[in-house]
Nanobody
Framework: QVQLVESGGGLVQAGGSLRLSCAAS????????MGWYRQAPGKERELVAG???????NYADSVKGRFTISRDNAKKMLYLQMNSLEPEDTAMYYC????????WGQGTQVTVSS
């Protein structure tokens, strides 16, 4: 059974940092491209950062230079280090396996106060 379990969300002041973690199980983690998505109230879900099975990364323009995605294939873990957080980063954050097929986690809430 595939599971993606996020943790690390919470309430933080603007300018602060959070580190999200995602524990994966039930599929061959090292062979999958992975990503972090977010969805704010009233908005569509958007890709925040992606990391391929090769290790190459890509970021949304809005988070470049502030967020860093990483993975530990041995531990089957995905991470998102978020620095210099802004109120606009407030959203539900989802861990996802994206290729060769999509799996989704349940999400973890990030709230940034001004």
């Amino acid at each position: 059974q595939v599971q993606l379990v996020e943790s690390g969300g919470g309430l933080v002041q603007a300018g602060g940092s959070l580190r999200l973690s995602c524990a994966a199980s039930g599929f061959i983690f090292s062979g999958y491209d992975m990503g972090w998505y977010r969805q704010a109230p009233g908005k569509e879900r958007e890709l925040v950062a992606g990391i391929a099975s090769t290790g190459s990364t890509n970021y949304a323009d809005s988070v470049k230079g502030r967020f860093t995605i990483s993975r530990d294939n041995a531990k089957k873990m995905l991470y998102l280090q978020m620095n210099s957080l802004e109120p606009e980063d407030t959203a539900m954050y989802y861990c996802a396996a994206t290729r060769p097929r999509y799996y989704w986690g349940q999400g973890t809430q990030v709230t940034v106060s001004s």
